[in-house]
């Protein structure tokens, strides 16, 4: 079974900061790596999208890249917000389905 | 579309007694999945379907936990008899699972509180 493991578990950063967060997988062989935002008591929302054949995403101010040598994927955001405090879970969607349990970020004003 | 739909929303029942959940996936979709999150255990996979076929059931908990999806636009999750350790937020998601982009899309959830 494939486990997920996401590091940090919580941070807490000022307004303005860059930020990575990190997301390792047992199984390298990763097929479809997607990054996702839960607000506090909402379903999930789906961020970015990295495919078998990519080896990055960019939406706005966030950037996923994966590693599959490593089973390594990070989520890069940049100029944080207030707005961007969420916890922040990946998964491979493609192939096994299992999510780590998730960054929870708290981004000061 | 309205994105894939979860009934109820809140679901308050006494031990012992039976649960339902229902899932409507986005049109077009060919796999569901049923996932319980809980701040103990996180977001666990239960039960995936391709096809309206289970294709992997090895996360169901117990046999007090079964799911069907009789046709492609609809699923349930029944827990019977339900026990307070049930509690949790059940979530259920569709994709289409093919060679290209797979795209898990959410339900809002369906929160469960057992007595």
């Known amino acids: 079974k494939q486990e997920v493991t996401q590091i940090p578990a919580a941070l807490s950063v000022p307004e303005g900061e860059n930020l990575v967060l990190n997301c390792s997988f047992t199984d390298s062989a990763i097929y479809n790596l997607q990054w996702f935002r839960q607000d506090p008591g909402k379903g999930l929302t789906s961020l970015l999208l990295?495919?078998?054949?990519?080896r990055e995403q960019t939406s706005g101010r966030l950037n996923a890249s994966l590693d599959k040598s490593s089973g390594r994927s990070t989520l890069y955001i940049a100029a944080s917000q207030p707005g961007d405090s969420a916890t922040y879970l990946c998964?491979?969607?493609?192939?096994?389905?299992?999510f780590g349990t998730g960054t929870s970020l708290t981004v000061i004003p | 579309d309205a994105g894939v739909i979860q009934s109820p929303r809140h679901e308050v029942t006494e031990m012992g007694q039976e649960v339902t959940l229902r899932c409507k996936p986005i049109s077009g979709h060919n796999s569901l999945f049923w996932y319980r999150q809980t701040m103990m255990r996180g977001l666990e996979l239960l039960i995936y379907?391709?096809?309206?076929?289970?294709?992997?059931d090895s996360g169901m908990p117990e046999d007090r936990f079964s799911a069907k999806m009789p046709n492609a636009s609809f699923s349930t999750l029944k827990i019977q008899p339900s026990e307070p350790r049930d509690s949790a937020v059940y979530f259920c998601?569709?994709?289409?699972?093919?060679?290209?982009?797979?795209?898990?899309?959410f339900g809002a959830g369906s929160r469960l509180t057992v007595l």
């Open positions: 998964a491979d969607t493609g192939n096994q389905f299992y």
């Open positions: 379907f391709n096809n309206n076929v289970p294709i992997d």
């Open positions: 998601a569709s994709s289409f699972v093919s060679s290209g982009a797979n795209v898990l899309t």
């Open positions: 990295i495919q078998s054949s990519q």
